[in-house]
């Protein structure tokens, strides 16, 4: 029964991700903005993904509430004479913005490159490789959290320590909600995050330390250490079931660039404590599980 259930599961995903791209196919109009809107929403994404992307931005296009601006990040190492195929071309015409980065193929692009261009802008960092329902920008930003300028999300674990000792894996049994201390939020980026203008620390933009410490995955711990060495607070904002966005199911041409295992991303993790100089941060407000 499970398994018939994860297959009807699958299909369902494939039926709906089949849906919106050939709507994409079909539809000419303008990808709808607001003018008024003090936010953008960013996606980046590389060649192998890309083709997910018209039927990403479709469904997009549905959202009840607007941003300014509709991006797509990339890097120009990974498309040979910056020429990109029709379908991204189309998406151009229908009013996304591309903005092209050098020497940064990392995960981080979806965000940094866009905070530098839009500096009076919030940022939501969206993925490629998810179908979102039409109300998960507004329920992202139309909460008491976003107006105070917070981060929000809606996937978010929560941090403790065991005595002197941090660790990335050292998480609570259930997610964090809106109850949840600041300090214990840790974004997975999964569902969505909108940063206002201002939310990271400047060294979050220092290319030197991302090629050393996150030269691929690893944004979620980027951001997060940033987040925290800015003094901004992070909430987790409740998702009703109905919002939640739908997995494009993967393959093992778009399946993510890079697996890291738990040793790997601990590395990470613990190199951005360091750069960000939160380590004496967390070991007095983390709770101790210890």
């Known amino acids: 029964m499970k398994k018939i259930k994860e297959k009807l599961s699958h299909l369902n995903k494939h039926v709906i991700y089949r849906k919106f791209s050939f709507l994409s196919v079909i539809n000419n109009t ?20 890309s083709h997910l992307l018209p039927a990403i931005f479709e469904a997009l296009s549905r ?17 040979p004479d910056l020429i990109l195929p029709e379908y991204i071309q189309k998406l151009v015409r229908r009013n996304l913005e591309i903005i092209w980065v050098k020497n940064n193929t990392y995960a981080v692009k ?20 998810q179908i979102y329902h039409p109300g998960v920008i507004a329920n992202l ?6 107006r105070k300028s917070y981060i929000t999300g809606h996937i978010g674990m929560v941090l403790h320590k065991k005595g002197q000792s941090l660790n990335m894996m050292y998480r609570e049994n259930e997610r964090a909600d809106e109850k949840t201390p600041s300090q214990q939020v840790y974004f997975i980026g999964w569902g969505g995050v909108y940063y206002p203008p201002a939310s990271l620390d400047k ?24 987040a925290l060495a800015n003094g901004t607070r992070q909430v987790c904002v409740r998702i009703p079931k109905k919002l939640v966005s739908t997995n494009i199911p993967l393959n093992s041409v778009t399946a ?35």
């Open 30 to 49: 303008a990808l709808p903005v607001d003018p008024e809107a003090k936010f953008v929403v960013s996606i980046a994404s590389y060649p192998k993904r």
């Open 63 to 79: 959202q009840t509430v607007l941003p300014a601006k509709w991006i797509l990040v990339l890097s120009e190492e990974e498309w």
């Open 256 to 290: 993510p660039k890079e697996w890291l295992d738990n040793d790997q991303t601990e590395v990470r993790f613990q190199k951005a404590i360091d750069h960000f100089d939160i380590r004496k941060k967390l070991l007095e407000e983390l709770p101790d599980r210890g």
């Open 203 to 226: 060294r979050a933009f220092d290319m030197n330390a991302i090629n050393k410490i996150v030269p691929g995955r690893g944004s979620d711990i980027w951001f997060w250490a940033a």
């Open 141 to 146: 930003i139309q909460n008491e959290y976003a």
């Open 110 to 129: 979806k965000l940094l490159p866009v905070m530098e261009k839009y500096p009076d802008y919030g940022v939501i960092a969206l993925d490629d490789d």
